[in-house]
């Protein structure tokens, strides 16, 4: 049984009124959609408030989930309208600076790049291009960002990110897309590549 059933049976159970089987999924998730609220709540104590309501939110709107999508997607959609809707309360937009943890590096495509051998220089050169790719990111458009730290960062599939975003899978890849060609501009200078090459 696949990670979409075994969370389907969880939901069905949590609509009966098993609390526990809501319990399950808040554990399964908990991590993933705070790491995706800290994308856009900076403040570490405001991301864990904003994760708990959210979680609070899916609760209650747990009676209309009809499975149309995969409940982490339904999860993810309410994690980052509940992130924004914060951020607006407080008239603030996303911060300005990030920082990305070892774990996170791990999950970019071509990590093996920041990660070859341990030298100082190599190690430098990590430290440098994390610092780009995520100046980068925080200059993006939230719509841009938002896509791109979904299949990156996230792993969502295409059709999963369209659910989130709620928009046609073509907006989709149309903003990773121009995410990915952002990023790259501000890195050809430090890794020495051409034009027509990306990251």
Not at 2 to 8: A, K, S, T
Not at 85 to 113: K, Y
Not at 138 to 143: A, E, F, M, S
Not at 178 to 197: M, Y
Request: charged share 30%.
């Amino acid at each position: 049984m696949g990670d979409r059933e075994v969370d389907q049976q969880l939901v069905e159970r949590a609509q009966n009124g098993d609390k526990h089987a809501f319990e399950l999924l808040v554990a399964k998730y908990q991590r993933r959609l705070g790491r995706l609220i800290s994308r856009f709540v900076r403040d570490t104590a405001e991301a864990e408030d904003v994760t708990q309501d959210a979680f609070i939110k899916a609760y209650r709107a747990l009676p209309a989930f009809r499975g149309d999508s995969a409940f982490y997607t339904w999860l993810y959609r309410i994690g980052i309208n509940t992130a924004k809707n914060h951020l607006l309360a407080l008239g603030r937009r996303a911060p300005t600076s990030t920082a990305f943890d070892s774990e996170e590096a791990e999950e970019f495509e071509d990590a093996s790049l920041l990660h070859e051998v341990a030298t100082p220089e190599n190690e430098l050169m990590s430290k440098q291009v994390v610092e780009v790719v995520n100046a980068s990111l925080q200059q993006l458009p939230d719509d841009l960002r938002m896509a791109l730290t979904l299949r990156e960062i996230e792993g969502l599939s295409y059709e999963e990110i369209a659910a989130v975003m709620n928009c046609p899978i073509g907006t989709v890849r149309s903003r990773i897309f121009r995410a990915r060609e952002a990023v790259a501009v501000n890195l050809r200078p430090l890794l020495g590549t051409n034009d027509d090459q990306r990251w």
